[in-house]
């Protein structure tokens, strides 16, 4: 199940990084990336055109209470967002505390594992600090980058859909990704859509 998620006050620290909530003084930063092409479209959205569009989505992050900057030597270099999955897609998740995450990186800093590090900062806050029994993480199937951050943060592959995005005009195969606070909700889940994919039940 989706559960409530507020990051008004919340700021994590890594080696590099700060992650807290954005303000308003962040829009150039955040404009001077999300107009990049190739940044957005991997998050399945359309690079803006023009700051104007950067400050409709920048106000919607501050009132939506949901996503993190992270900063780097004071500037602003991607998001790291909590959102709420498709509890009709995954009804088998829910008996469990579940969100899932998405993130953006500017790509002046791709290569560099800051979205690793971020990440796994979110991933410490998410299963101690919001008891949360599931992390949710998706990617295209095209979309590398996000394959091997996953992979490397331990999420299983676990479902593949089909994906359309009207605005990119893209369609295309998508997978949902795992990630467990506890083994034994693993084998849970695991059992279960095996359950329901041969139709055995537990002995």
């Not at 590099?16 to 092409?37: C, E, H, Q, S």
């Not at 030597?73 to 995954?90: H, T």
């Not at 084998?187 to 279960?192: D, N, V, Y």
Request: aromatic share 12%; hydrophobic share 40%.
């Amino acid at each position: 199940m989706n559960i409530a998620i507020d990051i008004s006050h919340v700021i994590l620290k890594t080696d590099r990084l700060i992650l807290r909530p954005f303000n308003m003084g962040d829009l150039n930063d955040f404009f001077a990336y999300a107009t990049v092409k190739g940044v957005g479209e991997l998050a399945g959205w359309s690079h803006h055109e023009d700051i104007n569009e950067s400050k409709a989505v920048l106000i919607s992050y501050i009132i939506g209470k949901r996503t993190l900057a992270l900063e780097y030597q004071g500037r602003v270099i991607g998001s790291l967002e909590f959102d709420d999955y498709d509890e009709k897609m995954l009804s088998e998740l829910s008996p469990y505390a579940c969100v899932e995450l998405g993130c953006v990186l500017s790509k002046d800093y791709w290569g560099h594992d800051f979205m690793m590090e971020a990440t796994t900062a979110v991933i410490d806050y998410c299963f101690n600090a919001l008891n949360i029994d599931v992390i949710i993480g998706s990617h295209l199937s095209y979309n590398y980058q996000s394959l091997r951050l996953q992979e490397k943060l331990g999420f299983i592959h676990y479902k593949q859909f089909a994906y359309y995005n009207e605005e990119l005009n893209i369609r295309n195969h998508a997978w949902i990704t795992l990630l467990f606070n506890d083994k034994n909700i693993r084998k849970e889940i695991l059992s279960s859509i095996y359950e329901t994919q041969t139709g055995k039940a537990k002995s």
